[in-house]
C-alpha cells in the first residue's frame, strides 16, 4: 500500500474513535495490494460529516453511535439491511452519491448463529435502544427468536421497538437465557461499569456484549468468570467490517490477516 493523491480514503467517525478498525481494514488493504487507506475520527457534527465525504470524494465510512440514525437523512439511498433496521453503520460513495447500509446486522446473525446452535427457543434480554439494538431486534426475527424483553435507561425511546419493553429497574427480574447488551455501558473511558451484577447474571446461559473498547469489558470478565458463554464486541465488530470490506473495495476480505491485525492491536490495547 503506497499513498499518493489517488488513495481512496475510508473512514471511521464516532465519539469515541479507536484503532481497531484502522488496524483491521488497513491490514486488508495491504494484503491485497489495494491504494487505500483507512482512518478513525472523532465526530460531533453527524451533517458536517456527510458535507465532508461528498468534497472529499471519501470512499466509505463507519458510522458509529450516536450517529447511526441521525445520518438517515443526509443519505441519498438506503439498502434494504438500513432500511430494514432504521439506522446506517456504513456509508458507500459512488460519484457523489450516498447509499447507506447496516453491517451491524449480518454481523448480528453471524453471532446470534452461534448462539443458537447452543439455545434453540431462549427467553431474550436485550439492552438498549439505539442502532445497534434495532439491528439485534432485526437479526433475533430472522433467526426466529421470539421470546425478546427490551430494557434501556430511556423507557420512552425503547418504546419505539417492537418487542415487550420493561422497566430498566426491573431488567433481571424475571431471568433469561440470553442476554445482549447493546448500550455504550462499559465502554471505555467508562470500563469500570456494568449493566449488570454477578448475581444477575445467575441463571444466564449466554452473554453478548456490543462494547468493544475495552476488549475485554467488565460484563464479559463476570460472564467468563462465572463460565457462562460469551460473544465480545471485538468479534462483533471484525465481522461488521469483513462486510464493509467488500463494499468499500469490491475484493473479498483476507479474513485471516485482517482478525491477525485485530489480535495484535487487541494487544496492544
Given at each position: ?108 446473525e453471524w453471532a446470534l448463529s452461534r448462539v443458537k446452535e447452543q439455545l434453540k427457543d431462549p427467553r431474550v434480554l436485550l439492552l438498549g435502544a439505539g442502532g445497534m439494538a434495532r439491528a439485534v431486534i432485526v437479526a433475533l426475527r430472522h433467526l426466529g427468536m421470539s421470546r425478546v ?5 430511556n423507557r420512552h425511546r425503547a418504546a419505539g421497538l417492537h418487542g415487550e419493553v420493561i422497566h430498566w429497574e426491573e431488567r433481571f427480574d424475571d431471568g433469561c437465557d440470553l442476554l445482549i447488551n447493546a448500550t455504550s455501558v462499559g465502554m471505555a473511558p467508562e470500563a469500570g461499569i ?76
Amino acid at each position: 500500500m503506497s499513498l499518493n493523491c489517488r488513495t481512496r480514503l475510508c473512514l471511521s467517525v464516532s465519539q469515541r474513535p479507536s484503532n481497531l478498525g484502522m488496524s483491521v481494514h488497513n491490514a486488508g488493504y495491504r494484503a491485497l495490494g489495494l491504494d487505500y487507506l483507512y482512518l478513525a475520527r472523532e465526530a460531533t457534527d453527524v451533517r458536517g460529516v456527510v458535507t465532508a465525504i461528498r468534497a472529499l470524494g471519501v470512499r466509505g465510512c463507519s458510522v458509529s453511535m450516536p450517529f447511526k440514525e441521525e445520518i438517515l437523512p443526509f443519505l441519498d439511498e438506503l439498502d434494504a439491511s438500513a432500511q430494514e433496521v432504521g439506522a446506517v453503520n456504513t456509508v458507500v460513495q459512488d460519484q457523489g452519491f450516498l447509499k447507506g447500509y447496516n453491517t451491524d446486522l449480518l454481523a448480528m446473525e453471524w453471532a446470534l448463529s452461534r448462539v443458537k446452535e447452543q439455545l434453540k427457543d431462549p427467553r431474550v434480554l436485550l439492552l438498549g435502544a439505539g442502532g445497534m439494538a434495532r439491528a439485534v431486534i432485526v437479526a433475533l426475527r430472522h433467526l426466529g427468536m421470539s421470546r425478546v424483553v427490551i430494557s434501556n435507561r430511556n423507557r420512552h425511546r425503547a418504546a419505539g421497538l417492537h418487542g415487550e419493553v420493561i422497566h430498566w429497574e426491573e431488567r433481571f427480574d424475571d431471568g433469561c437465557d440470553l442476554l445482549i447488551n447493546a448500550t455504550s455501558v462499559g465502554m471505555a473511558p467508562e470500563a469500570g461499569i456494568t449493566p449488570c451484577t454477578a448475581k444477575d447474571l445467575e441463571g444466564i446461559t449466554y452473554v453478548v456484549d456490543v462494547v468493544a473498547k475495552p476488549p475485554e469489558t467488565l460484563l464479559i470478565r463476570l460472564a467468563r468468570s462465572a463460565h457462562i458463554a460469551t460473544i465480545s464486541g471485538p468479534e462483533i465488530l471484525f465481522e461488521q467490517a469483513l462486510s464493509q470490506f467488500k463494499l468499500y473495495t469490491g475484493h473479498e476480505p483476507p479474513r485471516d490477516i485482517m482478525w491477525q491485525a485485530m489480535r495484535e492491536e487487541l494487544a496492544r490495547s
